[in-house]
C-alpha cells in the first residue's frame, strides 16, 4: 500500500485520436468510490489524416499541446501529485508518436505512457463496470473511440465482472469517417459502405465469444457504452437542449431508440446535425461513424437494452490507483 498522496487528489488524463480529457478527483465514501474536484475536455483531432499519412500532423500536434498545457496548469493548480497520463491509439499508430510524446514533456512537463490496447481495455472496463446491471449475468462493454474501439464481453463472477474476451478494433469515429468520404455528406449507401466495412471485425469476435460460451448464442444481458457516440445518441434521445451528464449518465435505452434516432440522423444534413445542442459542429462530421459502429456492435450482440456510460478510462485509472493506495472509497 502507497501512502495517500498529499491533499488526497488524485489525476488521470486520456489523450485519444480526437479528445483530450482530464480529471481530478478525490476518495470519497460514495458509490463510485471518488468525487471529481475539477476536470478538462476539449476536441483536438490528434489524429486527423493519421490513417493516410501515417504521421501527427503539425497542427493537431500544436492544437493538442495547447489542450494539454491546459491540463498541466489544472494539475499544478491543485497540486495533484499521483497521477496516470495516458496516451492512446493515435500516438499508438503515428510514425512520429514517440517524438510528440518527448515534445510534450519539454512543452508542458507533463509525462505521457502510450499504453497498448489490452490496457486501454482493462481501463475502460474498470471504469465502466460500476454501470453493469447487477442482477446481469453477462455485458458487453464497448468503447468507441477516436482511433479504435475496444469491446469486452464480461460474465459475473459472484458480486464482481470478470472480463471473459476482448477485442480492440482500429476502427473509430475518426478513422471510419475520413476513410468513408469525410463525414459531412453521408448517404444511405456509404453508412452501408461503413458498416460492411466493420461487420466482419464485430462478427468475428462474436463467433469468440460464442465459443467461450459453449455455442450459445452471444446475447448479453445488456450493452453498455461508455463513449461520446453512445452519449450523443442519448442526449438526442431524450430531446435535450443542452447536454446534461447527469441526465445521460446511467440512463438505459431501448436499442430500437438507438436505430431510431440512427435513422433520423442519417437523414440529416450535415448543418442540421450540427445545430443540434447534443452534436454541435465539433461531433458533426463524426457522428454517423460513431452510429456506423454502433449498429454493428447491436447486430453482433442482440441484447435488447444498453446502458449508458458518460465515463470509462480516465476513471478506471482513477480507480486503480485509488485502491493501489487502499483510499479507494474514502478508505484511510
Not at 480529471?23 to 458509490?31: F, K, R, W
Not at 483536438?44 to 492544437?63: F, H, I, K
Amino acid at each position: 500500500m502507497r501512502e495517500p498522496p498529499p491533499g488526497g487528489l488524485y489525476g488521470a488524463l486520456d489523450l485519444g485520436t480526437n479528445n483530450c480529457r482530464l480529471l481530478i478527483a478525490t476518495p470519497t465514501p460514495t458509490q463510485n468510490g471518488f468525487a471529481v474536484v475539477d476536470a478538462f475536455s476539449r476536441i483536438v483531432r490528434l489524429g486527423e489524416r493519421l490513417a493516410q499519412t501515417g504521421r501527427l500532423s503539425e497542427d493537431a500536434m500544436g492544437r493538442t499541446v495547447d489542450a494539454l498545457r491546459v491540463c498541466a496548469n489544472k494539475l499544478r493548480w491543485r497540486k495533484v501529485e499521483r497521477v496516470r497520463l495516458v496516451a492512446t491509439e493515435a500516438c499508438r499508430m503515428a510514425e512520429n508518436g514517440s517524438e510528440f510524446i518527448d515534445r510534450v514533456k519539454n512543452e508542458t512537463g507533463l509525462k505521457l505512457e502510450i499504453i497498448d490496447r489490452e490496457t486501454e481495455a482493462g481501463l475502460a472496463a474498470v471504469g465502466a463496470e460500476p454501470l453493469v446491471d447487477r442482477e446481469a449475468e453477462t455485458a458487453l462493454v464497448f468503447d468507441i473511440g477516436g482511433g479504435s474501439t475496444e469491446v469486452l464481453w464480461m460474465r459475473r463472477a459472484g458480486e464482481r465482472f470478470e472480463t471473459v474476451a476482448w477485442t480492440s478494433l482500429a476502427a473509430g469515429v475518426v478513422t471510419i469517417s475520413e476513410r468513408f468520404g469525410g463525414g459531412v455528406d453521408v448517404t444511405p449507401a456509404s453508412f452501408e459502405a461503413m458498416r460492411g466495412f466493420l461487420r466482419p471485425m464485430l462478427q468475428a469476435f462474436a463467433q469468440r465469444v460464442s465459443a467461450a460460451n459453449g455455442g450459445a448464442p452471444p446475447v448479453p444481458s445488456h450493452l453498455l457504452g461508455t463513449s461520446g457516440t453512445v452519449t450523443t445518441i442519448a442526449g438526442v434521445q431524450l430531446g435535450l437542449q443542452r447536454y446534461d451528464r447527469a441526465r445521460v449518465d446511467g440512463c438505459w435505452l431501448d436499442t430500437d431508440d438507438i436505430g431510431a434516432v440512427t435513422h433520423r440522423l442519417l437523414h440529416l444534413s450535415y448543418e442540421q446535425r450540427a445545430a443540434n445542442p447534443c452534436i454541435g459542429r465539433e461531433r458533426a462530421d463524426l457522428v454517423l461513424a460513431g452510429c456506423a459502429i454502433l449498429e454493428e456492435i447491436r447486430l453482433a450482440f442482440p441484447a435488447q437494452r444498453i446502458r449508458v456510460a458518460d465515463r470509462g478510462l480516465r476513471e478506471g485509472i482513477l480507480t486503480l490507483l485509488m485502491k493501489e493506495d487502499g483510499t479507494y472509497g474514502g478508505a484511510a
